[in-house]
């Protein structure tokens, strides 16, 4: 079967809800193994873990703060040992995204903007690589946003945060190419999910007459990027960045 994921174990952060949750579920739906993480609501998470047994998905529902080196080291002694080499590790976990003018943001909050999206990738990855390295195959997948893309504002600190990833992302691919291990990500557009509820209604219909495609966007959508990636028919792919956006990203 193409696309197949039989024999990896995937470890998708922040994936109790909304694209994460999605991505982990087609990544299990694909064959893998996957260990669903999640940091504070451990009742949503356990919700989410009946989905995965009710779709037959092996999984393991795991607690880390990915910013967190300790953690991050116990989370995968845990799946190590439950499931096997994490062989897949796809970056999602975000925090609260409140967009400000520069005068309104202090360096803490921009500091954890970096946390999230320079050292968690940094902590996860070196994590994971020795056994990647010993199997020559690996798959470093970020989900990162279009907001960088798109020169987004008034939304410095993100911006700039998802800017690094991108760009730690494409000097990482060169690095691991010769382990076999590919790095890539994934720039979605606006897709609404749970955190999204309290969204002004008029930013929404806003955004969606931008979208060239005409239509929303969905988690499943930004989910089979990301299986593309993970997947062997990609093995020849690494360091790129696939906007999932309907064709709003200007080049």
Not at 68 to 80: G, N, P, R, W
Not at 82 to 95: E, F, S, W
Not at 223 to 246: H, K, R, W
Request: net charge negative; proline share 5%.
């Amino acid at each position: 079967m193409r696309f197949s994921l039989e024999g990896h174990v995937a470890l998708v952060t922040g994936s109790s809800t909304g694209l994460g949750k999605e991505t982990a579920l087609a990544l299990g739906e694909a064959g893998a193994k996957v260990a669903v993480n999640y940091a504070n609501n451990r009742q949503r998470a356990e919700q989410t873990m009946h989905t995965f047994a009710e779709a037959g998905i092996e999984s393991l529902l795991v607690q880390a703060n990915v910013i967190d080196e300790s953690e991050v080291d116990t989370m995968f002694t845990q799946i190590e040992s439950r499931l096997g080499a994490v062989d897949i590790v796809v970056v999602n976990a975000t925090p609260d995204q409140p967009q400000r003018p520069i005068e309104e943001y202090d360096w803490d909050f921009y500091q954890q903007m970096l946390d999230f999206f320079i050292k968690s990738p940094f902590l996860l990855t070196r994590r994971a690589l020795p056994s990647m390295r010993q199997a020559q195959w690996g798959r470093i997948i970020n989900i990162t946003s279009e907001v960088y893309h798109r020169s987004v504002s008034p939304f410095s600190a993100y911006v700039a945060a998802k800017g690094g990833q991108i760009g730690w992302s494409r000097s990482m691919s060169q690095e691991l190419a010769p382990s076999g291990i590919t790095v890539n990500t994934v720039a979605p557009g606006w897709i609404p999910v749970e955190r999204h509820e309290q969204d002004p209604q008029e930013a929404k219909d806003a955004y969606r007459e931008i979208i060239p495609a005409g239509r929303w966007g969905t988690p499943r959508d930004v989910a089979d990027a990301v299986l593309f990636y993970a997947s062997e028919e990609a093995s020849f792919v690494s360091g790129q960045t696939l906007c999932v956006n309907g064709g709003l990203t200007p080049w």
